[in-house]
């Protein structure tokens, strides 16, 4: 099946919210986009302005130690990104992305009504103390408990949701009618803008929020934010064009690695004349299929064991599967290497928003310096997004007709390279923050302060580089995604997010760990082990993610050749059930 009959058919079953068949002219399309975009840019408004500032609200109010509240802050959103895949499952397999939305929106917004409240009761929280003087009073007991139960609620909601705003929105789009794919691409730029707004108003006024009114007027604006998101997104509900769910996602690939396994001593027909070649070569070399010459162990799941009759009993749909079953599996598979590699890049974000807050924090907050005017440290983050503002649409009507001309692909540049260029650049942020924490601490040492200007840099070259991986990533497993999978696969991105974080978390302890061992337990609590940064080596820790960028690229770079192997002319992505892919030219989705 190719792309457009493929899109067709998805444009049949897609219903409207009384499930009746949609009408192209009254669903869909960015007119029924638009409040999809709207909830999201409200969410992550409310979701920004939590987990961005979220370390000195766990440092300074509940008086957590500086690395442990780091760890509460990237498990947190490592937590959030990695529930993304409950969403998507859920979304394709049972509820569709409307009813999912909705639920688990109303699951966040309670998360930030409890968190406010927790924020505001001095009975909920230890009492007030300076952590840099000692001897404060961690919060336990029941205070850590209704802590953690509204931060997780938080996490729930907000997980679930974000696979599925990307998916919904796209939903809207057919990639059948003139010109649908290239409006979709311009939906992933017209979303990741959306995202930039919200991020930009967080970090802006409503860290300035919490910074002057207090974190419990500033949780109780995310809740309000989150209450306008929802309701925009109802307000869309007549025009959406919805994937009904497709039962379990699971079992399809489920049984082509049963079926592979049971036939494992089988022989795959190496002849296309051969008497069983019928059912088990296609999953091999049907088409221009670019994995047909991998994972070769799971063609087996398409040999039949005995030529059907008419008295033939079928076999189990686990122990033969089809073409297309069997090149969705390998499709999967092909992509976790991709995936793999963008874990390290989001570790670097993790420090963006945890340390490089802290670091702001010891630095001359004014601006301009020497004015009265303080910045928020959790601030600068919006510099970045205050610039991608900017790029974003240069980046769609001067970059992508540029490229188009250059390469002679209908997207300008594809989503791997896009990929690349974010995971080459990312590097270089790291290398920023490491030299502006080794003058910061010269500085503090000889009783200086240096303005918090000087850490922009990082922001904004780290800025640059998700402009082109994130988007890239969501792009590419959308494209990769079979029919009734599109949020799940979009859950891939996110949960790219979580190992980040996760690995954000291991690193911190991993490294505080061995660089204790190395003072001889003679005072030193290693690289990250105080509460001041002027006793730490954050620079040091910088250093370290610098060059593991540096070797994530190199290894990006073996993996994307892996994974365009096989490459001949067009690529066969329809024989495989996958949809939107953006034209027949093997180029379009790589």
């Known amino acids: 099946m190719d792309v457009e009959s493929r899109a067709a058919e998805a444009a049949v079953v897609a219903v409207d919210w009384r499930g009746r068949p949609c009408r192209p002219h009254r669903h869909g399309g960015m007119r029924a986009a638009v409040f999809v975009l709207g909830i999201q840019a409200f969410e992550i408004m409310a979701i920004a302005a939590v987990g961005n500032n979220l370390i000195t609200y766990v440092f300074g109010e509940m008086h957590f130690p500086l690395p442990q509240a780091a760890n509460v802050v990237t498990n947190f959103v490592g937590t959030i ?16 992305c409307f009813w999912t939305i909705l639920t688990f929106g109303f699951v966040e917004l309670s998360g930030f009504i409890l968190l406010s409240l927790q924020a505001h ?46 998916a919904h929105g796209a939903d809207q789009f057919d990639a059948a009618a003139p010109g649908g794919a290239g409006r979709l691409s311009t939906y992933f730029n017209s979303a990741y803008f959306s995202f930039c707004a919200g991020e930009l108003v967080a970090l802006t006024a409503l860290v300035w929020v919490q910074t002057h009114s207090g974190m419990d007027v500033g949780f109780g604006i995310s809740a309000a934010a989150m209450a306008a998101g929802l309701v925009s997104l109802v307000s869309g509900a007549a025009r959406y064009r919805n994937k009904p769910p497709q039962g379990s996602i699971f079992t399809p690939i489920a049984r082509v690695f049963v079926a592979a396994y049971s036939k494992r001593k089988q022989v795959c027909p190496s002849s296309p004349n051969s008497v069983n070649a019928g059912a088990c070569e296609p999953a091999r070399l049907a088409g221009n299929f670019r994995h047909s010459n991998k994972f070769r162990f799971l063609d087996k799941a398409c040999i039949r064991v005995a030529q059907q009759g008419p008295n033939t009993k079928p076999e189990s749909p686990w122990r033969l599967c089809t073409v297309a079953e069997v090149q969705q599996a390998k499709t999967l598979l092909a992509v976790t290497p991709i995936f793999a590699c963008t874990i390290v ?36 983050q919006a510099i970045p997004y205050a610039m991608l503002l900017a790029l974003v649409p240069a980046y769609e009507l001067l970059l992508v007709p540029l490229m188009k001309r250059a390469t002679g692909t209908r997207s300008g540049i594809t989503p791997l390279q896009r990929i690349g260029v974010g995971l080459g650049t990312v590097a270089f942020s790291m290398v920023a923050a490491a030299d502006v924490e080794r ?34 990533l969501i792009e590419f497993f959308y494209k990769q995604a079979c029919a009734g999978m599109q949020a799940f696969l979009t859950a891939l991105t996110y949960c790219s997010y979580a190992f980040g974080f996760y690995l954000s978390s291991v690193l911190v302890s991993l490294v505080n760990r061995v660089t204790a061992r190395q003072h001889g337990g003679g005072g030193g609590g290693g690289w990250l082990g105080d509460n001041d940064l002027n006793k730490d080596r954050l620079d040091l820790f910088y250093w370290m993610l610098a060059a593991l960028s540096v070797l994530n690229f190199f290894c990006f770079l073996l993996c994307a050749r892996w994974y365009n192997a096989g490459v001949d002319g067009s690529d066969a992505a329809a024989a495989s059930g996958q949809v939107a892919a953006e034209g027949v030219d093997g180029k379009e989705i790589i």
């Open 121 to 166: 009761l001095p009975q909920l929280k230890p009492p007030p103390c300076s952590m840099t003087g000692g001897g404060c009073e961690k919060a336990r007991g029941f205070k850590s408990t209704v802590f953690f139960l509204a931060l997780y609620l938080v996490a729930l909601g907000s997980g679930c949701l974000k696979p599925n705003m990307i």
């Open 81 to 96: 990104f990695l529930l993304a895949l409950l969403g998507g499952f859920l979304s394709d397999s049972y509820l569709g």
């Open 345 to 380: 890049f989001n570790t670097v974000l993790a420090q963006l928003q945890t340390f490089s807050v802290q670091q702001g924090s010891a630095m001359d907050t004014a601006l301009p310096p020497g004015s009265s005017f303080r910045i928020p440290p959790a601030s600068l």
């Open 439 to 472: 003058r910061r601490r010269d500085a503090a040492a000889g009783g200086h302060r240096m303005s918090v200007l000087w850490i922009v840099p990082q922001f904004l070259v780290f800025g640059v580089s998700e402009m082109f991986t994130a988007v890239g």
